[in-house]
């Protein structure tokens, strides 16, 4: 069966212990059928990454976008959205300022 796959930007990816050094994006295979089971699985390899994707409160973060299968998630408080065997979820640092 297809797993789903997390694609970090490189601006997260950055924090990844194994990833010290490399530049660019960075994709992990992982298992979920929702958004919010996706991250879990990634949080419970990654912890340190749960502070720059989510808030105290569990909600994405304003300054980070998530995308599944190229389709921004519409509230970022609610991450019950499905992710498909095989699909994909991108994370990335919002870009922000004037």
Do not use: C, N
Request: glycine share 12%; hydrophobic share 50%; charged share 20%.
């Amino acid at each position: 069966m297809e797993m789903p796959k997390v694609v970090l930007a490189s601006a997260l990816a950055r924090w990844l212990p194994d990833a010290q050094g490399a530049s660019g994006e960075v994709a992990l295979d992982v298992s979920g059928a929702t958004v919010g089971a996706v991250l879990d699985d990634l949080f419970a390899r990654h912890a340190a990454l749960r502070g720059y994707v989510l808030d105290e409160h569990g909600a994405v973060r304003h300054h980070v976008a998530v995308f599944v299968d190229g389709q921004a998630i519409g509230d970022k408080r609610r991450l019950d959205q499905p992710v498909a065997p095989g699909g994909e979820v991108y994370v990335m640092q919002a870009l922000s300022g004037g």
